[in-house]
Nanobody, 125 residues
Framework: VQLVESGGGSVQAGGSLRLSCGAS????????MGWFRQVPGKEREGVAT???????NYADSVKGRFTISTDNAKNTLYLEMNSLKSEDTAMYFC????????????????????WGQGTQVTVSA
């Protein structure tokens, strides 16, 4: 599986962005897919995940503001981000891998073997 993110950019606080992650290979539908983010000097943290049954989970910090979704026809994973805050500023990565493991934002990044190159999101106050 190869993953390519797009859609990052700069936005003012309160604004919105939508990230996309194009996936190659038709087996990705049997995968757990997720979005992670990282700021320099800090560990990568899980933001949202979606499993093969469509179950979605979110980190507490983004609940109610971010929405993860997939478009199977386009082999694409999305992250709709609304009401953005300055603390959402980070490099965002999409990731995928096949269980067995719990498909949750708290799942350690080492569980995911497939990663995109990242897309920067900058939110100014």
């Amino acid at each position: 599986v190869q993953l390519v993110e797009s859609g990052g950019g700069s936005v003012q606080a309160g604004g919105s962005l939508r990230l996309s992650c194009g996936a190659s290979g038709d087996t990705y539908r049997s995968y757990c897919m997720g979005w992670f983010r990282q700021v320099p000097g800090k560990e990568r943290e899980g933001v949202a995940t979606i499993d093969m049954d469509g179950t979605k989970n979110y980190a507490d910090s983004v609940k109610g503001r971010f929405t993860i979704s997939t478009d199977n026809a386009k082999n694409t994973l999305y992250l709709e981000m609304n009401s953005l805050k300055s603390e959402d500023t980070a490099m965002y990565f999409c990731a995928a891998d096949a269980p067995p493991f719990f498909c949750l934002p708290s799942t350690k990044e080492e569980r995911f073997n497939y990663w995109g190159q990242g897309t920067q999101v900058t939110v100014s106050a």
